[in-house]
């Protein structure tokens, strides 16, 4: 079931805004870019690299996951290891706000997300 559409605006302008705040500069995004996605209850923080054997084929590698539970009005955060698969993170599994997941994935203290 897809995000309530209340929730959704918000959604869109945090990103947005953390999205912008963290890309690198023009000049290098064709090398290095970051984007997010929304898929039904989950918002997806991604990095975009060309292939390394193919420089016209571009591979989108996920970063952070967070999770919308709406009987619990939380949102569950995850990190990907090596093995593709998602797994909860522990220092803090859950946030009331998409807000203070944003800014766990900027500090990334333990560099699970951005290494």
Not at 5 to 33: A, G, H, Q
Not at 68 to 95: C, E, M
Request: proline residues 7%; glycine residues 2%.
């Amino acid at each position: 079931m897809p995000i309530d559409p209340i929730l959704t605006s918000e959604i869109i302008e945090k990103f947005e805004n953390y999205i912008e705040r963290k890309r690198p500069p023009k000049e290098i995004r064709n090398k290095l870019d970051i984007a997010y996605r929304i898929e039904n209850q989950s918002i997806i923080i991604y990095e975009i690299r060309p292939r390394w054997d193919n420089p016209k084929e571009y591979i989108h590698s996920d970063i952070a996951k967070t999770t919308y539970v709406k009987s619990a009005n939380h949102w569950k955060i995850f990190w990907q290891r090596a093995d593709l698969k998602w797994y909860g993170y522990s220092p803090n599994p859950t946030v009331k706000k998409v807000s203070d997941f944003i800014k766990i994935v900027e500090e990334d203290k333990l560099g699970c997300f951005w290494g």
